[in-house]
RNA sequence: GCCCUGUUUUAGA
């Protein structure tokens, strides 16, 4: 069974849910019972393709068949609203899955942060991460990326990399995703020198930069319209072996 | 090694 959840789960992050639902049909066949992570699988396809009705329908089903929604039902069924910018119905979820004894958990807060950021509720952000706090929910690496994306986003840069030095003041170590998300705010606001000395920080620290790290340098300078660095960020990308894409 | 959260580029309307 974990060997086909497993599958289902890549199919269904991929956008193939009509051959992961195949595929659980044929697990049923070999009498294999789908558990409550299979249908997490599935829903969280649904919601990826936008059909959050659907993984609705789904969840009425687990419930029918005596499956148990865990918090993985919950912050799947919750990111679909989220992307949707249906903040309310995403709230109003958190406040089901309480009731119904599922403990939110972290990942739940970062699904309900993007949410927030996404939809430039940045105030609404900050006070989510002060109740996060407030119930010993400590942010991580992800809840830090996402509202200085959010402030990135915006344009608030001082924001963004208070947020940044703050994270690091807890101990929390920045990974590359982290690293692009902040240069690309740099880029954004039209400031290479501290994308770029970023770029330098992300080798110096022994992280390797990918490539995102790459496009993002080199849009920047386009968009600064210096083409000629953009050439040189383009062939050290090429010398550090990634292929464009 | 079963399921859920964060990053780049995207014309027109």
């Given at each position: 069974r974990?060997?086909?959840?497993?599958?289902?789960?890549?199919?269904?992050?991929?956008?193939?849910?009509?051959?992961?639902?195949?595929?659980?049909?044929?697990m049923v066949?070999?009498g294999i019972r789908p558990n409550?992570?299979?249908?997490?699988?599935?829903?969280?396809?649904?919601?990826?393709?936008?059909?959050?009705?659907?993984?609705?329908?789904?969840?009425?089903?687990?419930?029918?068949?005596?499956?148990?929604?865990?918090?993985?039902?919950?912050?799947?069924?919750?990111?679909?609203?989220?992307?949707?910018?249906?903040?309310?119905?995403?709230?109003?979820?958190?406040?089901?899955?309480?009731?119904?004894?599922?403990?939110?958990?972290?990942?739940?807060?970062?699904?309900?942060?993007?949410?927030?950021?996404?939809?430039?509720?940045?105030?609404?952000?900050?006070?989510?991460?002060?109740?996060?706090?407030?119930?010993?929910?400590?942010?991580?690496?992800?809840?830090?990326?996402?509202?200085?994306?959010?402030?990135?986003?915006?344009?608030?840069?001082?924001?963004?990399?208070?947020?940044?030095?703050?994270?690091?003041?807890?101990?929390?170590?920045?990974?590359?995703?982290?690293?692009?998300?902040?240069?690309?705010?740099?880029?954004?606001?039209?400031?290479?020198?501290?994308?770029?000395?970023?770029?330098?920080?992300?080798?110096?620290?022994?992280?390797?930069?990918?490539?995102?790290?790459?496009?993002?340098?080199?849009?920047?300078?386009?968009?600064?319209?210096?083409?000629?660095?953009?050439?040189?960020?383009?062939?050290?990308?090429?010398?550090?072996?990634?292929?464009?894409?």
């Open positions: 974990p060997r086909y959840n497993a599958i289902i789960g890549s199919l269904c992050r991929e956008g193939k849910v009509r051959l992961a639902f195949g595929l659980q049909n044929e066949e070999k409550i992570s299979t249908y997490n699988a599935l829903m969280n396809g649904l919601c990826k393709l936008g059909h959050v009705e659907g993984a609705n329908e789904l969840l009425k089903d687990i419930v029918e068949i005596g499956l148990y929604p865990n918090s993985a039902t919950y912050n799947t069924l919750m990111g679909g609203h989220c992307k949707r910018g249906e903040m309310e119905k995403a709230l109003g979820l958190a406040y089901t899955m309480v009731k119904s004894g599922v403990q939110p958990n972290l990942i739940t807060c970062n699904i309900l942060m993007n949410g927030l950021c996404k939809g430039g509720k940045m105030e609404e952000a900050k006070k989510l991460l002060i109740e996060m706090w407030d119930q010993h929910k400590l942010p991580d690496l992800v809840t830090s990326t996402i509202l200085i994306h959010g402030y990135c986003t915006y344009g608030n840069m001082q924001e963004a990399l208070e947020l940044w030095y703050e994270m690091l003041r807890r101990g929390v170590v920045p990974d590359t995703f982290a690293y692009n998300v902040l240069i690309n705010g740099f880029c954004l606001d039209g400031n290479m020198r501290y994308s770029s000395k970023l770029y330098g920080q992300i080798i110096k620290t022994g992280l390797t930069p990918d490539i995102i790290t790459y496009n993002t340098l080199i849009d920047g300078f386009c968009r600064e319209s210096d083409f000629q660095e953009a050439c040189r960020i383009y062939d050290g990308m090429l010398n550090a072996g990634l292929v464009p894409d």
